[in-house]
């Protein structure tokens, strides 16, 4: 059977995922998504120029690959036909090369003003949703009341439980909706290339597998915005880790092969949440000017961190990583001291497992290891060795903390910035 590739979020997300797959696409010949929505951000720098992808797998910049955008997916059409247009613009070939599940959730507008409403609501209690309208589409899944893809191929009877789910929204929110028919409009525009592109991807993925083609799973979010692993609630609405996979994706378990855990050298988590390491100084500005750290999605200012040394033996835990790609080591460059939490304090009692009571996890204290920073600039380094003895020191702490070989280190944004061990 082919080999089969999944690379996770090890953290709150923002990791830098897009960018090892983008490395590594062009060994693989299919490349799928699994959860998720457009509240995801995947950024790839080629040649100088940025690509930022909150919908598409980020691996669509690969000519060679068909990518897929699995049923666990919830798709807001608009957005994909715009980042669509963004790479047909660039000269990238498209024909053929995106299938979308025939089982996949549409996300409409209203969805989206469904989201504002709540999180409104919520109070000093706000979760700090994208306000992409993820949430609310997944709640009309679970409720067994949401449109799919395959709903399309009759567009009467779409309609009419288009109207029906709207009249129901408005109820239940007291809003009144008024892009109704301007949605319906674009739907039955949008509609034939849809079905062009629709496919069971189950069934797309397993004869792919079988025929020996190499997959490779992009991951969305992050670990610790999991909807059961999460820090709940301050989590996104499905599941970020590992089983996600199998379940968006249609991937029996036994086929995965490989699974690499996308960490950053520091930690970072957007909105609100507990958030054990986070720095509310100096350091933490530095790094996040430095880091570019601000969401792709939102363009919300990230909340910067110490590396989470008890988070991330928890994300491990449940996926169970083959590997970690350590990203951005870069942006600690020029810091006197670099810090890794190896445990918390707790009621005075040292702990090593990430609690589950949001209660708790604000309360604990990190307990830190301090290793001496480093001047040098890595963007220039091309192996491991080449790294200064302090950023080696820093990276081998990390792989002891966490019991994972680090295999993939990025040392700045382009593509070509990433050594290899």
Same mark, same amino acid.
């Given at each position: ?6 690379i ?14 983008? !490395? ?38 690969h ?36 299938? !979308? ?32 309208? !993820? ?16 709903d ?11 109207r029906?789910?709207v ?38 993925? =397993? ?7 190499a ?13 059961? =692993?999460g820090?709940?609630?301050? @989590? ?8 996600? @996979? ?6 029996p378990?036994?086929?995965?092969t ?10 970072t ?12 100084d ?71 497992d990430?609690?589950?009571?949001l ?5 604990v ?38 019991g ?18």
């Open positions: 059977m082919a080999k089969i590739t999944v996770l979020g090890a953290q709150w997300g923002d990791e830098g995922k897009g960018k090892l797959v983008d !490395i590594l696409a062009k060994d693989f010949s299919v490349i799928g998504r699994a959860t998720g929505g457009a509240n995801a951000g995947h950024t790839v720098v080629v040649d100088g120029k940025k690509y930022v992808f909150h919908l598409l797998p980020s691996g669509m910049l000519e060679s690959t068909v990518c897929v955008i699995g049923n666990g997916v919830v798709i807001h059409l608009e957005t994909m036909f715009e980042e669509l247009s963004v790479l047909k613009a660039a000269g990238i070939k498209l024909e053929g090369r995106l299938l !979308i599940s025939d089982r996949a959730s549409l996300l409409f507008d209203y969805h989206k003003v469904i989201d504002g409403l709540q999180e409104e609501r919520k109070g000093d209690k706000k979760v700090g949703t994208t306000k992409r309208g !993820i949430g609310p589409c997944y709640m009309d899944k679970i409720a067994r009341s949401g449109l799919r893809v395959c399309l191929v009759d567009f009467e009877t779409f309609e009419k439980k288009y029906e789910q009249a129901r929204a408005e109820q239940m929110y007291g809003f009144t909706y008024e892009n109704a028919e301007e949605e319906l409009k674009k739907m039955k525009e949008w509609r034939p290339t849809v079905l062009e592109m629709m496919r069971p991807t189950a069934v797309f993925l =397993h004869e792919a597998r079988e025929a020996g083609k997959i490779l799973v992009e991951g969305a979010n992050g670990a610790m915005l999991d909807i059961d =692993h820090t709940y609630p301050f @989590v996104t609405s499905s599941n970020a880790t590992v089983g996600g @996979v199998c379940t968006g994706l249609g991937l378990p036994k086929a995965l490989e699974i690499i855990g996308i960490v950053k050298a520091y930690t988590r957007v909105g609100a949440g507990p958030f054990p390491t986070e720095l509310l100096s350091v933490g500005d530095t790094i996040r000017n430095k880091g570019g750290e601000f969401g792709s999605t939102t363009g919300r200012p990230r909340r910067c961190g110490w590396f989470d040394g008890v988070q991330m033996k928890y994300s491990h835990m449940i996926n169970q990583f083959d590997a970690i790609n350590l990203t951005k080591l870069d942006v600690l460059s020029g810091l006197k001291e670099v810090k890794l939490c190896r445990a918390y304090m707790l009621d005075g009692k040292e702990i090593t990430f609690p589950t009571r209660e708790d996890v604000e309360r204290q990190a307990i830190y290891d301090t290793f001496p920073g480093w001047e040098e600039e890595l963007s220039g380094c091309k192996t491991f060795e080449e790294l200064p003895d302090n950023a080696k020191s820093v990276v081998l702490a990390i792989e002891s903390m966490v994972v070989p680090v295999k993939y280190i990025g040392t700045g944004p382009a593509r070509d910035q990433m050594l290899f061990r």
